[in-house]
């Protein structure tokens, strides 16, 4: 474990490198835990609880480079095999390679399209001309959503100064299972943020809850209206409660069996006397 572990010039140079981003280890050199191990943020992991459709999703990341890895919000990719990326660090056991397209933890889409499932998306994703800023991928029309839903091409939509009004969302980790982001535009727009999907998670918009959508496949997104809006998101696992209320109401009932079982030996007890 010391060598497997080792914190090496690769990991050093990772560490050194401050900011909301995320790296990708390749091949095997480094185990899969490397991120909670080394504290770096990575798309990495055993995954034993990971839906099938991130898989599926995250191998859309290959080759590196292309629009998956920077929605996932790769900035390094560490191999030690040859990318067509630039080389940011030269390590002792592996390359440390730079995305330069990767985008924030979060970001603004002007407008969003249906596809029913992850299958429909994947060809959409992979067009050189998918631009995340532009659409987003939804898997069921809401009607809060109907005013960013595309009709006919993408188009931009300029601002009064002809610019294109991208707005602005900033990322604030706040724990695990909980972050907040505040969002801003002078349009309504959808809030798309490079977490991966789980039906646990919760949203409040301004104190408003807000259903939370599975967005390009497997990341999370929120409708949000014109101005600045502050956006809450916690997780909480699906039936956790009532897990955890089952698990309470058997420990009473077995506390009530063991405290009956007592009082009926004692008077037993003292029959037989």
């Known amino acids: 474990p010391k060598q497997y572990y080792s914190q090496d010039d690769v990991i050093q140079f990772l560490q050194s490198h401050k900011g909301l981003f995320r790296v990708d280890f390749r091949d095997d050199y480094y185990p899969k835990n490397s991120g909670e191990v080394f504290k770096l943020e990575t798309i990495n992991g055993y995954g034993a609880t990971s839906l099938k459709q991130f898989y599926h999703f995250q191998a859309e990341a290959y080759p590196a480079g292309n ?3 920077d929605m996932l919000n790769v900035r390094y990719v560490v191999s030690q095999k040859g990318l067509d990326l630039p080389v940011a660090f030269q390590g002792e056991h592996a390359k440390v390679y730079e995305n330069p397209g990767f985008l924030p933890r979060a970001w603004l889409a002007t407008h969003v399209e ?3 499932d992850f299958n429909e998306m994947v060809p959409l994703l992979r067009d050189r001309s998918f631009d995340p800023y532009q659409v987003a991928y939804v898997e069921q029309p809401l009607d ?10 993408v188009v931009s939509q300029p601002t009064s100064a002809g610019l294109v009004d991208r707005g602005s969302a900033v990322f604030t980790q706040q724990s695990p299972n909980r972050f907040r982001v505040e969002a801003h535009s002078l349009t309504q727009k959808f809030l798309v943020v490079s977490q991966n999907w789980y039906p646990g998670w919760k949203a409040r918009i301004n104190g408003e809850s807000r259903p939370v959508e599975r967005v390009n496949g497997t ?5 949000v ?5 502050q956006v809450e998101f916690t997780y909480r696992p699906t039936g956790f409660f009532w897990a955890l209320g089952l698990a309470v109401a058997s420990l009473g009932v077995l506390a009530f069996s063991a405290f009956k079982l007592r009082s009926e030996s004692k008077i037993l007890n003292e029959i037989a006397e």
């Open 219 to 223: 990341l999370i997104g929120v409708h």
């Open 114 to 116: 249906v596809r029913k």
């Open 144 to 153: 809060e959503l109907r005013g960013l839903m595309l009709q006919g091409s």
């Open 67 to 69: 629009v998956i890895t």
């Open 225 to 229: 209206n014109a101005g600045t809006s």
